[in-house]
């Protein structure tokens, strides 16, 4: 047993002083610092309760109760998460003041401050066309959050490259950040939720702002370079550009369709413009990449979001939905969301402990099934299951969403992070995870596209007047949505995805494919047909790379609300 005494001198060590010591001394304290305020106080509290303000501010102050409108104004809103590549591609070649990230970062601190402020101060709700005004307002808070994790996030990978033996140290700290973050702001929301929606922009404003002190100070720690626009990066790297371009088009393309266009016509853009960005992903990338991000896509379009039937299920009133669930704010928005965020921790304990060292394929096709397992929490609830086996909806909403889906969204989300930080090919890592990460975020914002129409077309009706909500339909909306159409991804995953380990170097395999011609179980890396037994020695612990150890951070995934998948 530990005396009082050694439990004084591991004091330090228990309580992070010395992490932070060593992160300081290889980092510097001001670099340390400036990784506190984005990933604590804007990717972190400003982008959960920005994220968590949608549903008050646009349903109970804006008037928004049409859900397939709710959802529309909730795609625009998330659409600077899959504008991403093009955000880090023009950073890239044109530095502003001779420097690549620093005024980028002021520039996005400033648009996201302001647009929290109108939100916060000005009476949108009075304004014609008051709906599209908050989500234009929103997508630009969304902007600075993207924009700063992205930017950043390419400081701390070059740091990390330099200082490869810190590198775990720095992604503890920047997931550390988050977490805590996503905890502490769940708590704020608590107290705030009840009360006038814009309070909750003027808790964002703070720490939205903040950031430019470090930054404006020049603790980003980033060289100075000569000005002017980088052609050659441009040409050499032209495929990649391209893409990109083509992407931010679509994704603006996207937002415009879904303010102003039916649900129909934004329904039928985002089934087209997914097959053109498809193609050309697989006609400009290499192969085992370009199959790896249309795989990362179909997996997000095809798990339709239907947060605009399920957010009114949850928490509307008995006048709407007589007998349901009837959630009060602080529940819904708070207190499942901190239980969730420390279940999200649980899912990268069993990730590791279960399938970090399997195939990727397996891993995969796993979490799939998984995922679609978790769907009959709605169904239950909807089904009132759960209150005949005399389980509270709280109780039974917090076991089942708050936890074992939570858990098995981030087993799901941890092997997309080893894939894509492996493919991402040597001299283009900060631009090809940007482009990666982006494109599956667009997949997110397909299915919530999709997802209105499905919304229209099951019958889902919330109507202002005080009568009757119609969610007779809302659980067969859930077994397409969550069940059926999820499942063709898992043929998918045996046609796209690498037939090789997580712990396997693919950038390594698939050059010594293109030297040998491919056989066996390289021939699989590549997508193709593979004489290779996924079930032999999994986890036999033979490589000594567990999956990627330092590289970029995670992609964002915040805690989403009912069915609703994170962002990069």
Request: hydrophobic letters at 50%.
């Amino acid at each position: 047993m530990l005396s009082p005494a050694g439990l004084w001198l591991r004091l330090p060590g228990l309580l992070g002083w010395r992490f932070m010591q060593r992160l300081s001394a290889n980092f510097g304290w001001r670099f340390v610092v400036l990784i506190a305020s984005t990933y604590f106080g804007v990717k972190g509290l400003v982008h959960n309760v920005a994220k968590a303000a949608f549903l008050p501010y646009m349903r109970y102050k804006v008037g928004v109760t049409d859900p397939s409108r709710y959802q529309a104004l909730y795609t625009a809103s998330r659409l600077p998460w899959s504008l991403k590549p093009l955000i880090g591609m023009i950073s890239d070649v044109l530095p502003i003041g001779g420097y690549y990230k620093r005024w980028y970062i002021q520039g996005s601190v400033l648009i996201g401050s302001a647009a929290c402020a109108v939100l916060a101060g000005a009476p949108v709700e009075r304004a014609p066309g008051g709906g599209v005004i908050a989500a234009v307002l929103l997508f630009f808070v969304n902007v600075d959050t993207a924009s700063s994790d992205l930017l950043v996030e390419g400081i701390y990978s070059e740091n990390m490259v330099q200082l490869p033996d810190s590198g775990a140290d720095m992604v503890t700290m920047v997931w550390g950040c988050q977490q805590a973050a996503t905890f502490f702001g769940s708590l704020l929301i608590a107290f705030i939720a009840s009360g006038d929606p814009a309070i909750f922009f003027w808790v964002c404003l703070p720490f939205a702002a903040q950031l430019s002190l470090p930054v404006a100070a020049g603790w980003v720690g980033e060289a100075r370079t000569e000005p002017g626009f980088r052609r050659d990066k441009v040409v050499e790297h032209a495929r990649y550009f391209f893409l990109g371009i083509m992407m931010a088009a679509g994704v603006l393309g996207l937002g415009a369709a879904s303010l102003w266009a039916s649900v129909e016509v934004q329904a039928a853009y985002s089934i087209g413009i997914s097959i053109f960005l498809c193609s050309l992903s697989l006609w400009l990338l290499p192969p085992m990449l370009g199959k790896a991000q249309v795989y990362k896509f179909a997996s997000s379009a095809l798990n339709l979001s239907i947060k605009g039937a399920l957010d009114p299920f949850y928490t509307a009133n008995a006048e709407c939905n007589l007998g349901g669930p009837q959630f009060d704010l602080p529940f819904f928005l708070s207190w499942s969301a901190a239980l969730g965020s420390v279940a999200g921790l649980l899912g990268v304990i069993i990730f590791q402990k279960v399938l970090s060292r399997t195939f990727y394929r397996r891993a995969f096709w796993t979490t799939t099934v998984l995922q679609v397992a978790s769907a009959i929490v709605d169904i239950a609830i909807v089904q009132r299951w759960n209150i005949r086996a005399g389980i509270s909806d709280k109780l039974f909403y917090l076991l089942g969403d708050s936890i074992v889906v939570e858990v098995v969204d981030m087993m799901d989300f941890m092997p997309e992070i080893v894939l894509i930080s492996k493919l991402c090919p040597p001299g283009m890592e900060s631009s090809v995870y940007a482009l990666l990460a982006g494109f599956s975020n667009f997949g997110n914002s397909v299915a919530s596209s999709v997802g209105a129409l499905a919304i229209a077309k099951f019958g889902i009706k919330t109507p202002r007047d005080g009568s009757l909500c119609n969610f007779d339909n809302l659980t067969w909306l859930i077994i397409v949505s969550h069940i059926i159409l999820p499942l063709l991804t898992v043929p998918l995953t045996f046609l796209l995805i690498p037939n090789a380990r997580m712990t396997d170097d693919l950038i390594a395999m698939a050059a010594a494919a293109e030297v040998t011609g491919g056989s066996g179980r390289v021939k699989g890396v590549l997508g193709e047909s593979s004489e290779g037994d996924e079930s032999d020695g999994a986890g036999d612990g033979t490589s000594t790379d567990e999956g990627g150890g330092g590289g970029p951070s995670p992609p964002q995934r915040p805690r989403r609300r009912p069915r609703c998948r994170r962002r990069r």
